[in-house]
């Protein structure tokens, strides 16, 4: 069965860093496009950033580009997202998702909360 465990999120103060982590299993991980997406308190799932099987293209939205770094590691069936810079709005759960533009498997997600 398809597993993603997300991992990383912790509370940091505005201007901070933090590294997610989403251990993948059940499928052959090199073959998605993997995405990361966010659900802020009262708000819909919002879409953050997809990267290719190979890693050779990524897309991000608006709201995070030039911050946000998405990477994967086929080796370790592991995705990545760096986030730097980071600011009270991008509080939310974060989840990896896999596919790209809908998504059909998701993990828990990890909790990331910026406040000073």
């Known amino acids: 069965q398809v597993q993603l465990v997300e991992s990383g999120g912790d509370m940091v103060q505005p201007g901070g860093s933090l590294r997610l982590s989403c251990a993948a299993s059940g499928f052959t991980f090199s073959n998605y496009d993997m995405s990361w997406v966010r659900q802020a308190p009262g708000k819909g799932p919002e879409w953050v950033s997809t990267?290719?099987?190979?890693?050779?293209?990524?897309h991000y939205a608006d709201s995070v580009k030039g911050r946000f770094t998405i990477s994967r590691d086929n080796a370790k069936n592991t995705l990545y997202l760096q986030m730097n810079s980071l600011k009270d709005e991008d509080t939310a759960l974060y989840l990896c998702a896999r596919g790209s533009w809908s998504w059909d498997c998701w993990g828990q997600g990890t909790q990331v909360t910026v406040s000073s």
């Open positions: 990267i290719t099987p190979g890693g050779s293209a990524t």
